[in-house]
């Protein structure tokens, strides 16, 4: 942060208190360099009027706290379990959410969820184009889990040749789609 401000990309504001032991430092940007990276805009291009808007908006509060039974009544929480898979040895169902060994032929069931399925998903097994297949096989990204966790991930696509920025925030859209469809 010190070499930010430094830097002039942000400016110390006065801190903030929270409560005991959560005073919270306050930074502003500097707004010449997000007008030039276009962060306000959705297009290609400058709209004067519309980036007055944005600035001249007034700053969001912060968000709500929900707790879980302000979203579900406590009924319904409890009422949810985890539908697990049925023993894939003899097809018997499970008895308890934690069974660890089928209750009628004593193998070991499977306790993988469907997010660390998806999540070690290989990225060249997913419906993508041969382009794309072939953009993933040059980079260091092998699983899907690699491109979720990746800070920087359209970066990573743009340094294969022909990738620009379209095309790399295409790449990562689809990835997170069917992400999204497989968890769905």
């Not at 010190?2 to 208190?17: H, M, R, V, W």
Request: glycine share 4%.
């Amino acid at each position: 942060i010190s070499f930010l401000i430094e830097a002039g990309l942000l400016y110390d504001l006065s801190s903030t208190s929270h409560g005991v032991g959560r005073t919270l430092r306050r930074f502003t940007p500097h707004y010449a360099f997000l007008i030039k990276e276009k962060i306000f805009s959705v297009s290609r291009g400058f709209n004067a009027t519309n980036l007055v808007t944005i600035l001249d908006a007034p700053s969001e509060k912060h968000p709500l706290r929900r707790s879980m039974y302000s979203l579900i009544t406590k009924q319904n929480y409890e009422a949810i379990s985890l539908t697990l898979p049925n023993c894939s040895n003899c097809g018997a169902k499970r008895l308890a959410d934690n069974q660890k060994f089928c209750h009628q032929c004593g193998k070991q069931l499977v306790d993988e969820s469907a997010f660390r399925l998806c999540m070690k998903k290989n990225l060249v097994e997913l419906p993508l184009t041969d382009f794309q297949k072939s953009v993933i096989k040059q980079t260091n990204f092998k699983t899907v889990e690699d491109v979720i966790s990746s800070k920087n991930t359209a970066t990573e696509f743009m340094k294969v040749k022909q990738v620009a920025q379209k095309r790399a925030a295409t790449l990562e859209f689809k990835v997170r789609t069917w992400v999204n469809e497989f968890l769905a």
